[in-house]
Nanobody
Framework: QVQLVESGGGLVQAGGSLRLSCQAS????????MGWYRQAPGKQRELVAT???????NYADSVKGRFTISRDNAKNTVYLQMNSLKPEDTDVYYC???????????WGKGTLVTVSS
């Protein structure tokens, strides 16, 4: 099993910044991709950004140019730097790790980001 622990969520005014962190532990061998997803009540979980073990990144159109994902393989940690935050970015943000060899996704418990207008 892989355990994912998120931190860094909170309340921020529109235009502000937050940095989310997610540290993986446990059976981390074979993790290919890590990333962040978000979900509002009553809505489907949606992709925010992902980063592969080789450093390739992918972003949702809604966050391109504002959010930056990065990964420290030595620390088994993925970060999400969120700038120019908007009220519509308010969501619970979930860390994800994916093992391609098993086709298995692992999820953190989520961290709440609230952006006030």
């Amino acid at each position: 099993q892989v355990q994912l622990v998120e931190s860094g969520g909170g309340l921020v005014q529109a235009g502000g910044s937050l940095r989310l962190s997610c540290q993986a532990s446990g059976n981390i061998f074979g993790i290919n991709r890590m990333g962040w997803y978000r979900q509002a009540p009553g809505k489907q979980r949606e992709l925010v950004a992902t980063v592969s073990s080789g450093g390739s990144t992918n972003y949702a159109d809604s966050v391109k140019g504002r959010f930056t994902i990065s990964r420290d393989n030595a620390k088994n940690t993925v970060y999400l730097q969120m700038n120019s935050l908007k009220p519509e970015d308010t969501d619970v943000y979930y860390c994800n790790a994916y093992k391609a060899i098993y086709g298995t996704d692992y999820w953190g418990k989520g961290t709440l980001v609230t952006v006030s207008s």
